[in-house]
């Protein structure tokens, strides 16, 4: 598939899209780093590119914020906790978001996270509920489970699509020689898919393995999963997991970097 088969203007338009994926590819693996005359930015789409830029010192973002005072392992068994009590099959969009800043507040961590950390929170578990959807002949409901699908998602439908940078200097990038004050798309969806990636994930932005808030926002989310999975084991009544998994309905919450699913 080439990126101009479906109906995209440009890559922002992408996001909320029900299956953006087959383009993003495309992307990558045709049009890695090119300039984008409609969002007038370069965008960088392959693993290679977004790699680059990411550790440019003429383009790279400060590094993320430390969080003080939050544990990922509090947060998690917090999140668990409330996930559990709070749970409600027909108000999925609420509890996905409120589980995440309610188990901070719990693990002691305030609610001085950003709020993306958060939104990834919620994206995370509500892109996990869809990828049960489409896997239910996998059972995913301990710890390495739930790290495995967690993992997977991150990398394969991951809440943050993209992000950007100023180029400060005049640089050269992929070959070409950019000027101060360019700014760059960083296609963290397409980039995390690209086979050359070595299995790679983005996280928020600055990768997965150098940022504090994706962890933490993994961390609230495998909590917040297992303790929604475990409140309708509990349950004596109701609809198996599968049976309900099979009656939601969603769309994407508007956004043009955000993949975040609104269950109605």
């Keep these: 598939m080439k990126p101009n088969d479906l109906p995209f203007p440009h890559a922002l338009a992408a996001v909320t899209h ?7 590819d495309a992307l990558a693996a045709s049009q890695g780093w090119h300039f984008d005359p409609c969002l007038e930015m370069w965008v960088a789409a392959s693993a290679e590119r ?3 830029v990411m550790a440019h010192p003429d383009c790279a973002a ?23 009590r709070l749970w409600r099959a027909d108000k999925l969009s609420q509890w996905m978001i409120c589980v995440p800043e309610l188990a901070m507040a719990g693990a002691g961590g305030g609610t001085h996270l950003p709020a993306l950390a958060y939104e990834a929170a919620a994206g995370l578990i509500g892109n996990s509920v869809l990828a049960l959807l489409r896997e239910p002949e996998e059972e995913r409901s301990g710890p390495q489970d739930m790290e495995a ?20 200097r005049d640089c050269e990038i992929g070959g070409v020689q950019l000027k101060a004050g360019q700014k760059i798309l960083l296609l963290l969806a397409a980039a995390s898919r690209d086979a050359r990636s070595d299995g790679c994930s983005y996280g928020l932005g600055f990768g997965a393995a150098a940022c ?11 909590g917040a999963l297992q303790g929604m999975l475990t409140a ?16 939601l309905s969603w769309t994407y919450r508007s956004s043009s970097s955000l993949r975040i699913p609104q269950f109605v």
Excluded at 149 to 168: E, G, H, I, K
Aim: glycine share 4%; proline share 11%; hydrophobic share 40%.
């Design 18 to 24: 029900g299956n953006p994926y087959p383009y993003y």
């Design 232 to 247: 309708m084991r509990d349950q004596r009544q109701g609809p198996t997991l599968q049976a309900w998994l099979q009656t």
């Design 212 to 222: 504090p808030h994706h962890a933490l926002a993994c961390a609230l989310a495998a």
């Design 149 to 168: 699908l967690l993992c997977a998602v991150s990398r394969f439908d991951p809440p943050v699509q993209n992000t950007r940078r100023m180029v400060t």
């Design 62 to 84: 400060p590094a993320p914020a430390a969080i003080a005072g939050a544990d990922p392992h509090a947060a998690r068994e917090c999140a668990q906790l409330i996930g559990r």
């Design 50 to 52: 977004v790699n680059e």
